[in-house]
């Protein structure tokens, strides 16, 4: 069983950072992926990064690339989203998700087993 809890959501103006972590309970975070996903009001749950077991590799949705950076502290069983130049249309409830037992991503909602509570991102214009 892994348990993720997420931090670090909030308001900020367009153009602002925010970063997000999740900490996971699990002792071997350091051997599955990680993703990070939004939901929107009204709108399915959209993938938006995720990073492989050693964070050898990353993957973005198209819209976040150059904004968006993940990464990943295995020692600490954390995972980040630093989000930079931050839009109005990146408001939404952003969750973490683990992919255990597997070392690579996925950019499926189905690929991954575990999810955490969510915390919400919002953008003002």
């Known amino acids: 069983q892994v348990q993720l809890v997420e931090s670090g959501g909030g308001l900020v103006q367009a153009g602002g950072s925010l970063r997000l972590s999740c900490a996971a309970s699990d002792r071997t975070f350091s051997t599955y992926a990680m993703g990070w996903f939004r939901q929107a009001p009204g709108k399915e749950r959209e993938f938006v990064a995720a990073i492989s077991w050693s964070g050898g590799s990353t993957d973005y949705i198209d819209s976040v690339k150059g904004r968006f950076t993940i990464s990943r502290d295995n020692a600490r069983a954390t995972v980040y989203l630093l989000m930079n130049s931050l839009k109005p249309e990146d408001t939404a409830v952003y969750y973490c998700?683990?992919?255990?037992?597997?070392?690579?991503?996925?950019?499926?909602?189905?690929?991954?087993?575990?999810w955490g509570q969510g915390t919400q991102v919002s953008v003002s214009s």
């Open positions: 998700a683990a992919r255990w037992p597997i070392s690579t991503t996925s950019r499926l909602t189905t690929a991954y087993n575990y």
